[in-house]
């Protein structure tokens, strides 16, 4: 069972940053893929940004488009998701998720919840106007 660990979440006023962090166990078990998703209240969990273990390709939902930074550490298994320009629809809380694909897989496949197996507990983030 692969268990994946989200930190740096918190409370930011609107305009501000966090950075997500994800670390991914090393006994991955044929995983290649690493995308965040997050859960608002009262909505179904959402992926926002997706990126390949080998650090290319980051893929983005269009509501963080521009916003959100997904990026890999070239030495560790671990996966950045740089939060800017917050707004209060932004909060929720935000896991991250691993799983397999083809390359040839299409980008918005990688973004879907049903593709996964493998999660983090999750890490709040919340924007107050």
């Known amino acids: 069972q692969v268990e994946l660990t989200e930190s740096g979440g918190g409370s930011v006023q609107t305009g501000g940053s966090l950075r997500l962090v994800c670390t991914v166990p090393?006994?991955?078990?044929?995983?290649?893929?690493i995308t965040w998703f997050r859960q608002r209240p009262g909505n179904q969990r959402e992926g926002i940004a997706g990126v390949w273990l080998s650090g290319v390709g980051p893929t983005y939902a269009d509501s963080v488009k521009g916003r959100f930074i997904i990026s890999k550490d070239s030495d560790e298994n671990v996966v950045y998701l740089q939060l800017n320009s917050l707004e209060p629809e932004d909060t929720g809380v935000y896991y991250c998720?691993?799983?397999?694909?083809?390359?040839?897989?299409?980008?918005?496949?990688?973004?879907?919840?049903?593709?996964?197996?493998?999660w983090g507990q999750g890490t709040q983030v919340t924007v107050s106007s």
């Open positions: 998720a691993a799983g397999t694909f083809r390359i040839t897989s299409m980008p918005a496949t990688r973004l879907l919840f049903d593709e996964y197996n493998y």
């Open positions: 090393d006994y991955t078990h044929n995983v290649n893929y």
